[in-house]
């Protein structure tokens, strides 16, 4: 027999075990969710990145600041000084600006990034110095506090657009308005006047309320990447899991080819010899050609005979389940009388019965209309329903058969017998291929335990449905299901017109009434 190939398998296992880019991906976006601790800050390349992308995305907004404030200032105090002040205070940022760039465009390494915190952290220490510079420049002729108000003003709106801008970086932020605001701070509240201990007060506490913003901002960062690392595992692991899949796909589809082809090549190897096995037999055991004088060798003979007779049912079964399986049993749909089929079925089985000592009865509803179905496949089902009944009743016993209408207008056949019946845990075996129950084993014939599986499927087929019911010592009961919409409209099978058409079964719902 031909083996199957074993590459997919080896594919499926190299998948599992070695190091794909999915799977690399994956451990390593675990390592990072692992890394969240109490005392280690998480995803610290990433929140460095985005400190970085934060300056050089808003390089415009510290400079419009600063210009801003050295306009303003101009009026109390001296352009000149507003003027190279704010030259200063341009080009520190734009330090910063340059260093940033730089950084993004560096290939990545972790071991590199306590160096460029460190250089960040002086970057920020120079801004906080240019400043707290602004904060010293004081107008000498000013009589009231209006200039006051404008560094007050100013150092505020510092305050939380540096925070806004370096909420991944927070502590960088503290350390460039902390020396600023405390300057300023001091020197309004020296002056004892209750205005300027006021505003040198809410300079203060400004730091704290900026400082929590920006923690609040780099926490929801952190979610934010948590949320997108678990997507990337989720997203790595599903393509990790689609090639397993689609390799195992894979597998299954060459084996079902050879099963097939071992199938079709076996239907063809064995029925030749088993027909040679089963014709020479039956001339041996019914003497055709003279009579067999040794009784022993006559027995053997007739297990011969019943033995290739079992295998070829077998044969022919396993062949059956596979055509239907694969979609290519078609159905030779006609419209047929459901009753007369089940009663040509119940007479082909009627003569081993009696010779059994087991009592057939047929209760027919009368009247019912034709239905459209496949007759050789209808007929199979009533055979391998009222084989198996009579198989499982013992000598003595009753099967009753019964063809009626359904609750909702289809019809059915009921096969009941009186054998030992079967255990409720062991129904879904017995309806499985192959399977069938321990007591059926222990007290009957041996089947293929197929009948039920082709009985299902041809029922499948039809839109239809099956139903088995039984009890311990009080028998089983065995229902077929055919839909309302395979049932014809008119009684008479030579009816002509509208009524006549083949129904539409398409919709037709595999449910049991």
Request: hydrophobic share 40%; proline share 3%.
């Amino acid at each position: 027999m031909k083996q199957f190939p074993t590459s997919v398998d080896k594919n499926i296992v190299d998948m599992s075990k070695k190091t794909s880019a999915s799977t690399s991906a994956v451990r390593d976006f675990r390592s990072r969710l692992n890394s969240i601790g109490d005392s280690k800050i998480a995803y610290e390349e990433e929140l460095l990145k985005s400190f970085a992308h934060n300056q050089v995305n808003a390089f415009y907004v510290m400079p419009a600041l600063i210009l801003t404030v050295a306009i303003v200032s101009s009026y109390w105090i001296n352009w000149h000084v507003a003027a190279l002040w704010s030259l200063i205070a341009i080009l520190s940022h734009a330090i910063l600006v340059i260093l940033s760039n730089k950084y993004l465009k560096t290939e990545e390494d972790t071991q590199s990034l306590p160096k460029w915190r460190a250089i960040f952290f002086a970057t920020h220490a120079i801004i906080g110095l240019v400043w707290a510079i602004y904060t010293t420049l004081d107008c000498s002729n000013c009589g009231d506090n209006q200039y006051a108000i404008i560094q007050f003003s100013a150092i505020l709106v510092f305050q939380a657009v540096s925070c806004l801008m370096t909420y991944a970086f927070r502590n960088a932020a503290l350390l460039m308005i902390t020396p600023v605001s405390l300057i300023l701070a001091g020197s309004f509240i020296t002056t004892y006047e209750p205005a300027m201990v006021l505003m040198g007060c809410i300079t203060v506490c400004a730091i704290g309320f900026f400082y929590m913003i920006a923690d609040r901002f780099k926490k929801s960062v952190i979610t934010m990447l948590e949320y997108t690392t678990t997507k990337e595992i989720l997203i790595a692991e599903l393509e990790t899991e689609k090639s397993i899949s689609e390799a195992a796909r894979n597998r299954a589809e060459e084996a079902n080819l050879a099963k097939s082809r071992f199938l079709a090549t076996m239907s063809h190897e064995l029925r030749t010899p088993l027909n040679a096995i089963l014709g020479f037999s039956e001339i041996m055991r019914d003497e055709l050609m003279g009579p067999v004088e040794n009784e022993n060798y006559k027995e053997y003979v007739g297990d011969i005979h019943n033995s290739g007779s079992h295998l070829l049912k077998l044969i022919n079964e396993i062949l059956d389940i596979s055509r239907i399986e694969a979609g290519k049993h078609e159905l030779q749909e006609e419209k047929v009388k459901l009753i007369s089929v089940v009663d040509d079925a119940c007479h082909m089985i009627n003569i081993k019965a009696k010779q059994k000592n087991v009592k057939l009865t047929t209760l027919f509803e009368e009247n019912m209309p034709t239905i459209w179905v496949d007759e050789r496949a209808i007929r199979q089902i009533t055979l391998n329903l009222v084989s198996n009944a009579l198989k499982f009743t013992p000598s003595g016993g009753h099967i009753t058969v019964k063809v009626g209408w359904t609750a909702k207008g289809g019809q059915y056949i009921s096969i009941k017998d009186t054998g030992p019946g079967i255990p409720e845990d062991e129904i879904p075996i017995v309806l499985s291929s192959f399977g069938q129950g321990t007591i059926a084993i222990n007290n009957a014939e041996q089947g293929t335990g197929l009948g039920l599986t082709i009985v299902q499927a041809l029922l499948q087929m039809h839109q239809g449905s099956f139903d088995l019911k039984s009890k311990l010592r009080e028998g089983t009961e065995a229902i077929a299901y055919l839909p309302v919409e395979r049932v014809t409209r008119q009684n008479e099978p030579n009816d002509t017109g509208k009524d006549n058409k083949k129904p539409d079964v398409s919709k037709a719902q595999n449910k049991a009434a």
